[in-house]
T-cell receptor, first 112, second 115 residues
């Protein structure tokens, strides 16, 4: 079955630490890939997206993600996290049809 | 970016009553809107896809008679939870696909509590 997997349920980091959140998907064809962030009490916001081209995608707030087709992965990275990055992060995949499938989410807690 | 508004943001109702949640695209036309449900500490689960002027397409396991979706215009879709029960308590989120760019924009979500 088609699925999106996020390996880390809860990640706790200190400020200035580097971040990498894993995302793998199981769709076989062409996919569009997204990372969304949900800050406490707020709605989902798009961090970055990959449709085609350079597999290293730069997003807002210093985030980036790398699409590795051979590994069916789209991991999210940030070199140095801040306390305000504390949020829930969702990986999502759109397989060319209308819907969007989300991973279970990763809660990031950044300690000041 | 484009704005999608959901109303109400919170609703508490008695078991057996029906609740309507609205999803509006405020500054763009959305030919397609999606309704998701998010359980605590879990991901968003797609419930249905609605296209303006046609019947919604429901995901497997979602009761179409219980979760009525209407997408009467290019800027408004509604989700009605009929005869709500405590197990319907959840966080419901809509998203709208921008008619020109194809990008998805999400509403703030609506928290439904059924007593």
């Amino acid at each position: 079955a088609q699925s999106v997997s996020q390996h880390n349920h809860h990640v706790i980091l200190s400020e200035a630490a580097s971040l990498e959140l894993g995302c793998n998907y199981s769709y076989g064809g062409t996919v569009n890939l997204f990372w969304y962030v949900q800050y406490p009490g707020q709605h989902l916001q798009l961090l970055l997206k990959y449709f085609s081209g350079d597999p290293l995608v730069k997003g807002i707030k210093g985030f980036e993600a790398e699409f590795i087709k051979s590994k069916f992965s789209f991991n999210l990275r940030k070199p140095s996290v801040q306390w305000c990055d504390t949020a829930e992060y969702f990986c999502a995949v759109n397989a060319g049809n209308n819907d969007m499938r989300f991973g279970a989410g990763t809660r990031l807690t950044v300690k000041p | 970016g484009a704005v999608v508004s959901q109303h109400p943001s919170r609703v508490i109702c008695k078991s057996g009553t029906s609740v309507k949640i609205e999803c509006r695209s405020l500054d763009f036309q959305a030919t397609t809107m999606f309704w998701y449900r998010q359980f605590p500490k879990q991901s968003l689960m797609l419930m249905a896809t609605s296209n303006e002027g046609s019947k919604a397409t429901y995901e497997q396991g979602v009761e179409k008679d219980k979760f009525l979706i209407n997408h009467a215009s290019l800027t408004l879709s509604t989700l009605t939870v009929t005869s709500a029960h405590p197990e319907d308590s959840s966080f419901y989120i809509c998203s709208a696909r921008h008619g020109s760019t194809g990008e998805l924009f999400f509403g703030e979500g609506s928290r439904l509590t059924v007593l």
